[in-house]
């Protein structure tokens, strides 16, 4: 644990230093210190109008950051803290604005993540973490990638291996009415709404919950890659069809292809001459939510002139998270519907 020690001393002494969560790796600095997390911001390249979650480990220290609790907040967190849920509440004086853009509310999780409970217990301090990654860029699931997107630019890096979940939490704003989800995750619509029935999805721009504004996170192109990636949407069997034909356009222009491809379609696209990222069963969301973001990275890496992939289509409670992240990543959509 002296890894731990040393990381909680450099957090209070204003460094950065990025940790494993159960969803993705974040890049954590003292919450309370400006100038700490002023430097998260320059690290990422992070506009500095998209606000931050605060980490805390247990309900209890949520207290000196928000200026009430409603009843709902205790339902939630009593059902999924620690856990990949983040909860947006009115805040209190002391969270500076650095952290919260200037909004009048602040996000807030409880990491389950051992490693990210054992840094937040030994500093005995909230941390401000983003996901780990340079801004654009897709979340860090493994340390890796936090080294190549921030490894010269952070003081340490604590390495618990790849995340479990893969895709980041599902962020639920309190402080509009009826409550809305800003940013589906791994905590599903079905979960909350056996707590909130009328709970929302989307961000309220009436209302103005946040100012009006939707959560950064939730624009268009957020996780993209540098590659052109070309989603293709709707049922299995023509989203294929119109995947090989894309394929064999691009392959008839020399163009270099790569397809990020559920392990059960590998069977009918075998054949073209292109390179193949395997994101996992079709059938087993969990594990494709797992490595989906290290294949977006890799299908960068390839160096091919244009990436194809085909959206889940499974009814999982994760898929509809899934669906979201791999739309944001795609610079092209095409739906291709019998119906
Ligand atoms: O799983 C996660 O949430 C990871 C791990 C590290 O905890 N963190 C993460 O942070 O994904 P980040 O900064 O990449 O995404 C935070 C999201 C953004 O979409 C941001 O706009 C939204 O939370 N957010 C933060 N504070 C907010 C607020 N006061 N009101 C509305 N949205 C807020
Ligand atoms: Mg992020």
Redesign the pocket.
Known sequence: MALIRRAAECLRAGGLVAFP?E????LGAHALDRLAVQRVFAAKERPSN????V?VAAIDDIDPLVVDIPRLARELAARFWPG?L?M?LRRSERVPDEV?AG?G???I?V?SHPIAQALLRCAQLPIA???ANRFSRP?PTRAAHVVADLGDRIDMILDGGPTRVGL??T?I?LTSHPPAV??PGAVDSGALRAVIPDVRFGPDRAEGG?AGLP????LPKHYAPVTPLTLFEGDRTTAIREMVRAAQHHLDRRQSVGILAFAGDLEQLRGLRVHFLDLGSESDPAAVASRLYAVLREGDELGVDTLLARNITTDHPLSTAIQDRLRRASTHRTQSDRS
């Not at 969803?23 to 974040?26: E, I, L, N, Q, R």
């Open positions: 969560t969803t993705v790796y974040g998209d606000p931050l979650i980490h990949p983040t947006v919260t909004l509310t602040v996000a999780r990491p973490a983003p996901s979340s980041e939490s962020v704003d800003l940013r946040t959560a950064p996170g939730m």
